[in-house]
């Protein structure tokens, strides 16, 4: 292990204080007589006080699925710069049995325990006499209850049979153990768990041994795991099924293989078989790109019956939810594609996040935005010619709509409290982060970017790292130091940078290129567009008599002019590589980069599509350049067409009832003859053709002219759920199960609520019975829709379901007003139920709402309910800046829209 940096300067920092204390007159060689002991009165607020230092944990647990609570002795090896009388840490929802403090020569000294005297569990031990400066254990003994939100260390029932998880990040580890319960804090842990048996029982370390007790309960116990931080603890505990994989490899960066499990709940451990086939090669691939080996022992996968996010990626033992792991015959090829890198994603954690990890909350984006932009790459190299090189621009893209808010947040968040670390884990950290990571690695050159993670690695591996840190890596690796101040730029501030490029062309072969920034703001928004700039580093395409050439520059103020050599600009692409950043064109400009749609790449022709549809909700492209553009893109490549008709969609649902009949002619003469192409060769369709299909058939149902074909899937719906009869699974193909329960419950009325909601009940696939709850009640008629969302506050459903049906009911258009009324009186009821992380979200229904007026009311509504929804306060701002600007986009923009689809029948 190399020497901590981030630990050792605290503990020098912190040493010099206490020679200082101890230099006064009579002063012993210590100096420790005269240092008054540390008795700090006021709780921490934010970061636990430096002057203590866990140095390792070992902790022992004795559980039960079956029981409602657990019991513990956690030791914590502490070092002390100085006296303490007073030791603060984190403890949440546990009961203190007793606490004392263990000295070097087996001396106690006993300890009051008093909690909650802070936001987020702070705690304090107050000690009969001072401990003294130096090494000592704190031993706490304490019983618990499991959590019942998804958080510390969980019980979940499938099928009546219990079972116990951990999600421990953000600060949840403190609901299982009292510890020092922060991300800067890396220390070895020991587990020791007892469990009834029968069940597996799973941690981050190897098994070492098993004892079988004389109650029927059986101790395991397990090595100690490299220094890691308390938020990747994890535990399983429950009747998991266990599939045994085959070792991975030893190979030139280890010298070992790494044994490898899967798990996952009773019944289904066949469905880890993709994912566990593809781990091999993924841990090599991720190897070989930071050239360092996988650091921890062992790993296992976990798929657990409920949990929270997608996945935690825990040192060893990496938990999943279900549906984000398991794959079988009825997952969808889109959500195939999702497990496979959400697995990517993971893995590549072990290196960033957790080998490495932030010194504080701030900095998470790192971890995230790091792991989802390799997780791409990871999948780029393995699965080649399926679109994940332009995966993190896709991501990127779609985050956008969260980076136009005033509202937004940057991407390095400031932690003022604890609900501004949940606020961290959204698409503006995963997704803004990874786009803004590959923007570099382009500019960089592939090779100087790797060389800047490589060297990070070995700079911080075992230890904690800021941005600062990070950015100086990339820079001293890759050679270029310039590029600090642009990436500071992109993540220490909110914002879209939208590139307002002019051409001139005085003569022949004088042209020139005018390239002015702001932020970009879409109708109807209160951001100030002057009030950022970005050093951005450019990449632009420009095409005249001459040739066809790239400039690459990085633009450092306000207005930059390109002189062209001897030529002028016929068209100009300007986000040659993907960047992050819009532009606006002028009318002509717009025309022509259409015109030579198929010249641009299909990370180019992603670009011009997002900037196209941006700048006509800014007011600066006419609705008829948009869909001579979206027309252009319809025989694209298939993630460029999906986004065309996407994009379309949203047009079509923003106009008003009457008017939409235009849009939909429109849209089926525009996309239809590409479905029917597709369509007619079904049986030989790459994985992007299929998906494409896919995406405009449900597309086509939405906003196109398929009367029969929506009856006809809505009868296929009737014979999947078995309205008459028993089910047919095989009547509705995976990747079209959402539309079929869509069009099954516009279509098929009460008949066909009642089986659906039968078969949702009954089924144990975690993710197409989400889909069908969530699609359900968006769809139903009014009485359906009340029905349903009464009967998911029963205790049939779990929590984390009820929420997410309440949520998309406000999505059901045609009752969204009786769906409100019910969402309210309803909503003391829900919350109670709803997972932790999921409360402070709840707040962004208000953007369901497309007037000021509701939008007004929802917020008021939101407010009132603040105290049961801590940390909403930003979820709440962006909804309802959300909801507001879809009343300005309709008010200013759909009657152009209108009128030129007029013109155009």
């Known amino acids: ?393 896709r991501a990127g893209i779609s985050a956008m709509s969260e980076d136009s808010l005033r509202n937004a947040r940057q991407v390095r968040n400031p932690i003022e409290s604890n609900a501004d670390i949940n606020d961290a884990f959204d698409s503006i950290t995963y997704r803004k982060g990874g786009h803004i990571l590959s923007m570099f690695e382009s500019y960089l050159g592939k090779e100087g970017f790797r060389e800047g993670i490589r060297l990070h690695m070995k700079r911080y591996e075992d230890d904690a790292a800021d941005v600062d840190d990070f950015m100086q890596s990339v820079a001293d690796g890759s050679g270029d130091q310039a590029v600090v101040e642009s990436f500071r730029s992109f993540i220490f501030q909110p914002g879209i940078p939208y590139l307002e490029v002019e051409t001139e062309c005085e003569a022949p072969d004088a042209g020139l290129v005018r390239i002015t920034q702001h932020r970009y703001a879409p109708l109807g928004s209160e951001i100030d567009a002057d009030g950022a700039s970005w050093q951005v580093p450019l990449s632009i395409r420009i095409s005249g008599a001459s040739g066809d050439v790239t400039e690459r520059q990085m633009l450092t103020g306000k207005t930059t002019e390109i002189p062209l050599d001897g030529q002028c600009a016929d068209w100009v692409m300007p986000n040659a590589t993907g960047g992050y950043w819009r532009f606006s064109l002028s009318d002509e400009n717009w025309a022509a980069l259409t015109d030579n749609f198929e010249a641009l790449s299909s990370g180019q022709q992603l670009a011009f599509i997002d900037s196209i549809a941006a700048a006509f909700r800014a007011g600066d492209a006419p609705a008829g350049a948009v869909l001579d553009a979206l027309e252009a893109s319809a025989t694209a490549e298939w993630d460029v067409a999906s986004q065309s008709i996407t994009t379309a969609a949203g047009y079509f649902h923003a106009l008003p009832d009457e008017e939409k009949d235009l849009m939909s002619q429109w849209a089926q003469e525009t996309y239809g003859p590409v479905y029917d192409a597709l369509k007619a060769r079904e049986g030989d369709l790459s994985q992007g053709e299929q998906l494409l299909l896919t995406k405009l058939y449900s597309g086509l149902l939405d906003i196109g002219e398929m009367p029969d074909e929506r009856q006809a899937l809505a009868d296929r719906a009737a014979a999947f759920v078995g309205v008459e009869g028993e089910p047919a699974p095989s009547a509705v193909d995976a990747d079209t199960i959402r539309p079929a329960i869509k069009y099954g419950a516009k279509l098929g009325g009460r008949d066909f609520y009642e089986a659906a909601l039968d078969y949702a009940r009954n089924n144990d696939n975690q993710y197409e019975r989400r889909v069908i709850l969530q699609t359900l009640v968006a769809n139903a008629g009014e009485g359906e829709m009340a029905d349903l969302m009464k009967e998911m506050q029963g205790s049939d459903w779990q929590g984390q379901e009820t929420w997410s049906v309440m949520q998309s009911a406000l999505d059901n258009e045609a009752n969204q007003d009786t769906a409100w009324e019910i969402y309210k009186t309803s909503f003391d009821n829900v919350i109670a139920r709803t997972p932790e992380i999921r409360k402070p979200q709840t707040a962004g229904a208000v953007g369901a709402f497309c007037t000021a007026e509701k939008v007004a009311e929802a917020k008021d509504f939101f407010v009132s309910k603040g105290d049961l929804i801590p940390g909403y306060e930003r979820s709440l701002a962006q909804a309802e800046e959300r909801g507001n600007l879809c009343a300005a986009f309709r008010e200013e923009k759909t009657g152009e829209l209108v009128e030129t689809l007029g013109e155009r029948e």
């Open 1 to 393: 292990m190399t020497l901590n940096r981030f630990k050792t300067t605290i503990l020098a920092g912190a040493a010099g204080l206490a020679l200082l204390a101890a230099c006064g007159p009579g002063d012993t060689e210590t100096g420790q007589e005269t240092v008054d002991p540390v008795k700090l009165e006021t709780p921490p607020a934010g970061q636990l006080p430096e002057t203590v230092q866990p140095t390792a944990y070992t902790l022992n647990l004795v559980t039960d699925p079956a029981k409602d609570s657990f019991t513990g002795t956690v030791e914590i090896g502490l070092r002390l710069n100085k006296p303490h009388a007073r030791i603060w840490l984190h403890s949440l929802d546990q009961t203190i049995e007793r606490a004392f403090a263990r000295l070097e020569d087996g001396t106690e000294i006993a300890g009051t325990f008093e909690g909650g005297l802070a936001d987020g569990g702070v705690s304090k031990i107050d000690f009969e006499e001072p401990v003294p400066a130096g090494n000592a254990t704190l031993v706490i003994e304490y019983s618990a209850p499991y959590n019942t939100g998804l958080a510390g260390l969980y019980k979940a029932t499938q099928k009546g049979r219990p079972y116990l998880a951990t999600q421990m990040e953000p600060i949840d580890a403190r609901r299982m153990m009292p510890s020092f319960d922060e991300p800067r804090f890396k220390t070895p842990w020991t587990l020791t768990v007892t469990a009834p048996q029968g069940n597996q029982v799973i941690a981050n370390a190897p098994l070492t041994g098993t004892s079988q007790l004389d109650n029927g309960m059986v101790k395991h116990s397990f090595a100690p795991t490299r220094a890691i931080q308390s938020y990747l603890v994890a535990l399983a505990v429950g009747p998991y099924d266990m599939r045994e994989g085959t070792a991975i490899p030893a190979n030139t960066l280890r010298a070992t293989p790494i044994p490898f499990r899967g798990f996952a709940p009773a019944g289904k451990g066949d469905q880890l078989k993709t994912a566990m086939d593809a781990t091999d090669e993924m841990v090599t691939s991720q190897e070989s790109y930071f050239n360092y080996p996988y650091p921890y022992a062992k790993l296992d996968i976990i798929a657990v019956p409920d949990f929270a996010y997608g996945a935690m990626e825990n040192a060893g033992a990496i938990i999943y939810r279900e549906s984000a792991l398991l794959i079988n015959e009825r997952t969808p090829l889109d959500r195939r594609r999702g497990v496979l890198t959400t697995h990517a994603h993971e893995l590549a954690h072990q290196w960033f996040g957790n080998l490495v990890t932030p010194a504080w909350w701030n900095d998470i984006w790192l971890n995230e935005a790091f792991a989802t932009w390799m997780s791409y790459k990871t999948m780029d190299e393995i699965y080649p010619d399926q679109g994940y090189d332009r995966a993190a621009q």
